[in-house]
């Protein structure tokens, strides 16, 4: 069965601070992808990783993939409350890039003044 | 301009009752999906349709039945509702052929179903 796991699941951050999400799969995939989700409403997609040691970083958020390890991390970097939301990470199905995605049961990052 | 759509964004009913929620995609993608997002947040795949052909059919109550009139429409009819359907129904979309290697999907709004 293919698994993904985030954690933490719950993260309350004070603002200037940093932090990074972890997210471990069970599949051989060497992509990976990652979505925010804020309060009642949709995902919007972050990043997507295509290989192993790729890296992507938009302002204070950087995520990284490691296919060896099977493990992504989403690196946050002198947190501000807009980044408040839930983060999911997500990898293909079994079928592959022509199918579902799998996804993490999310981070919910809370960033405090 | 809204690139995945869906109809309508709210729905309460009763149980028992049959419902219908909607989805269009203007990105011109190959592949249309319906996710559920329950109260925990977890999501999980329903459907997956391309070009109006049903490639993924999860184990999913036979009172959900998917259609798809065409590759830029997916809909969602729901028999005999039940307490249990209440969740969060996402709809989806990519683009998974003309040599693309990865998968990266974009979500409609949500239709948030609450059953009494």
């Known amino acids: 069965e293919l698994k993904v796991e985030q954690n933490p699941l719950f993260l309350s951050m004070q603002e200037g601070k940093n932090y990074t999400i972890y997210c471990n799969y069970s599949?051989?995939?060497?992509?990976l992808y990652w979505y925010r989700q804020d309060p009642g409403k949709s995902l919007e997609s972050l990043f997507v990783?295509?290989?192993?040691?790729a890296v992507k970083q938009e302002g204070r958020l950087m995520a990284s993939l490691d296919t060896k390890a099977r493990l992504s991390t989403l690196h946050i970097t002198a947190a501000v409350h807009d980044l408040s939301a839930t983060y999911f990470c997500?990898?293909?199905?079994?079928?592959?890039?022509?199918?579902?995605?799998?996804f993490g049961k999310g981070t919910k990052l809370s960033v405090k003044p | 301009d809204t690139a995945v759509s869906q109809t309508p964004k709210y729905l309460v009913t009763q149980m028992g009752n049959d419902k219908s929620i909607k989805c269009e995609q203007n990105?011109?993608?190959?592949?249309m999906y319906w996710y559920k997002q329950d109260s925990k947040k977890f999501l999980k795949i329903m459907f997956s349709?391309?070009?109006?052909?049903?490639?993924i059919n999860e184990t999913v109550p036979n009172r959900f039945s998917p259609k798809s009139p065409d590759k830029a429409h997916l809909n969602l009819h729901i028999n005999s509702l039940e307490l249990g359907d209440s969740a969060v129904y996402f709809c989806?979309?990519?683009?998974?052929?003309?040599?693309?290697?990865?998968?990266?999907?974009?979500f409609g709004p949500g239709t948030r179903l609450t059953v009494l």
């Open positions: 989806a979309s990519s683009q998974v052929t003309s040599g693309f290697s990865y998968n990266e999907q974009f």
């Open positions: 599949t051989t995939s060497d992509r």
């Open positions: 990783l295509l290989s192993n040691g």
């Open positions: 997500a990898v293909d199905g079994m079928w592959g890039s022509q199918g579902n995605l799998i």
């Open positions: 990105l011109g993608h190959d592949t």
């Open positions: 349709y391309n070009n109006k052909e049903l490639i």
